[in-house]
């Protein structure tokens, strides 16, 4: 598909990876609606970036929103599932005698913003692709966590089914000219990233990845873009990670 003249939804767009992506999309000529929960920081996109505010987990809120794209610009060709919360939380931990168990609320929370809403936001778009028939290109951001990585039984959870998903509706969609691929992204150097790790961690994981670095927002930029490019790539699972394995 090319990018230029395409519409394209982003979610979680309005900071780190997300926005990344938007600008990649929007530099290649794309018209581009970022759609974030975080309106602080939608009002300081960078220009040429729609902004819509919506929540990934309320599918009413969604359907409106998607139903207002179609609105105003006739068509949607590409959808980006990027917004997602990564989370950590070992399974055990003994030092909080309190509650040694994972929390279970906490585990669900992390599948509903993680796995839940990439199934909401898909759907929403996904019937009017279909009702149109028009062709499009969903690709969802996954992780190197989906293999299942220690201390994040969720969020591997969640990242895990979103690889299932993706591979499930290349099957389904495929026949309406819908293809559906993933990019798992493994230690990119954003902001999320050096909150989410201590500085040795950091080290650690740099020190194992072959190409001994964090990766920047813009290589997980440029692996969507192949996606959505290439017409025959469908049900695949992109890794963008150095070659690093956990
Ligand atoms: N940063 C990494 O190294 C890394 C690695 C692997 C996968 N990922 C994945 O990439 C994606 C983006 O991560 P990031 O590092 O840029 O995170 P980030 O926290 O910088 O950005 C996430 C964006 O999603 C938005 N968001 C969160 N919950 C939302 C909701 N319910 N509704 C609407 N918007 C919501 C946030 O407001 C934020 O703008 C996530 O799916 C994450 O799991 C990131």
Avoid at 24 to 38: E, K
Avoid at 62 to 79: C, F, P, Q, W, Y
Avoid at 82 to 110: C, L, Q
Wanted: proline share 2%; charged share 20%.
């Amino acid at each position: 598909m090319e990018v230029k003249g395409s519409v394209a939804l982003v979610t979680g767009g309005a900071q780190g990876l997300g926005l990344a992506i938007a600008r990649r999309l929007a530099d290649d000529g794309a018209i581009v609606v970022v759609a974030d929960r975080n309106e602080d920081a939608l009002a300081n996109l960078p220009q040429g970036l729609e902004c819509v505010t919506m929540d990934v987990t309320d599918p009413e809120q969604v359907k409106e929103v998607v139903a207002g794209i179609m609105e105003s610009h006739g068509r949607l060709d590409i959808l980006v599932n990027n917004a997602g919360v990564i989370f950590s939380e070992p399974f055990v931990n003994v030092m909080t005698p309190a509650g040694i168990m994972h929390d279970y609320g906490r585990f669900r929370a992390s599948l509903t913003v993680n796995l839940d809403s990439v199934f909401i936001v898909t759907a929403a778009v996904v019937e009017h692709m279909v009702k149109r028939r028009t062709k499009g290109a969903i690709v969802n951001i996954s992780s190197i966590s989906a293999c299942g990585n220690e201390g994040q039984t969720a969020y591997s959870v969640a990242k895990a089914g979103v690889n299932a998903m993706t591979v499930t509706w290349s099957k389904e969609l495929g026949r309406w000219g819908i293809r559906t691929n993933a990019v798992a992204p493994g230690f990119i150097g954003t902001d999320s990233t050096r909150h989410a790790l201590s500085e040795t961690a950091l080290k650690h994981i740099q020190g194992n990845t072959p190409l001994r670095r964090l990766g920047q927002d813009e290589e997980v930029a440029q692996a969507v873009i192949a996606l959505v490019e290439n017409d025959f790539i469908n049900g695949t699972v992109l890794d963008v990670n150095g070659g690093l394995r956990i």
